[in-house]
């Protein structure tokens, strides 16, 4: 049998590699040679290692018996019952010391016999409280009472603000961060949202019963916390509506007086939601230090939207300021920034009232 070749140049470049082409070896065709084809040397496989199987002799499994088990159960009702029943007498006890404290403010002075009683509530508190040392009913006494706290605490912005910090005191919520926006949603892990701003539970892949009943109460409270907060704001807007004059015609005109600011709220289709802003504003004549007068306008209040007007409060511009559209040069940097955003505020609140149906 023909050996298998290759076509070469003379000159040691291959031009062609191919199948038997029944060519004899040695053949000289001209200026190309027949020579034997070189074969590819041949991979060895690598055989891989054994895996190391686990020594199974090692891995004990406990097996309990039915009593043992039964006993196990027996001991964690136990411990929730205890903790149960210490959180009561605590709540009592609470309860106890603030009738005592408000008698006693009532009398306007101390009473002995009260005094003594005080002392032993809180004695005895402390050593509830405490649980013989042991870590597991401490914690748990503790969350009992947080739960009991946010069963009965009043809806008021300031409560929610405290009850939110045992949570994180607690370790079972923390304070979202700016990282944290794309690898969750707030709606499906329980986290809470107040005050614009987002508590993440920290029990998210192993709750317990407990963590989702405080999920859940804690929601139905802040709930409850939000609307009297907004009726609250609803009814500063309109107390704030009535306690100015709407003609804004009369305040670019410079007439002395009370000034209400109305900004409707802003419902519309690619547009970020605008909540409602009522601000009041006064203009005054005052007299300069050289002498002479100077009409301002003064910040008198803000609510709703226009709320930043209470944190500057008595703060006033020249109302050639207003006029111009330009704030005063010889302003600080604070100043000045109050300084135009109410320029801003007076100018569209002007041109509101101008074509609103609410113009009278």
Known sequence: MKKTAAVERQSGTIVAIGRDMGIPVGTNLGSLTIVPLKKKPVATKIVPAP??????????????TPEQIAKRIEDAKQFRAYAQKAVGIVVAIRARRAQISACEEQAEDLIPALQYELETLAASEEKILEAGGDSAMQERIRFGLLMEEIKTAPATKEAASELLQSCIDMGRFRLAMAQDAPNFRTDKIGAQKFDDRVYIPLLDSRKDSGQYALEEELGKYLAKVG???????????????????????????????????????????????????VGLVSIESKIRSGGGKLTIIKIVSGAGRLSWMDDYRGSWISFGSFKRGLSDANLEDGLRLMSDRLIRTLSDASKLWNKSSYRR
């Open 227 to 277: 609307e009297v907060i907004a009726l609250e704001a609803k009814a500063r807007l309109e107390d704030t509506l009535r306690a100015g004059d709407p003609r804004l015609d009369r305040m670019a005109d410079g007439m002395v007086g009370t000034y209400v600011l109305r900004f409707p709220e802003r419902i519309a289709s690619g547009k970020p939601a605008l909540s409602a802003g």
């Open 51 to 64: 895996a190391a199987l686990p020594d199974l002799d090692a891995i004990a499994v406990v097996v309990e």
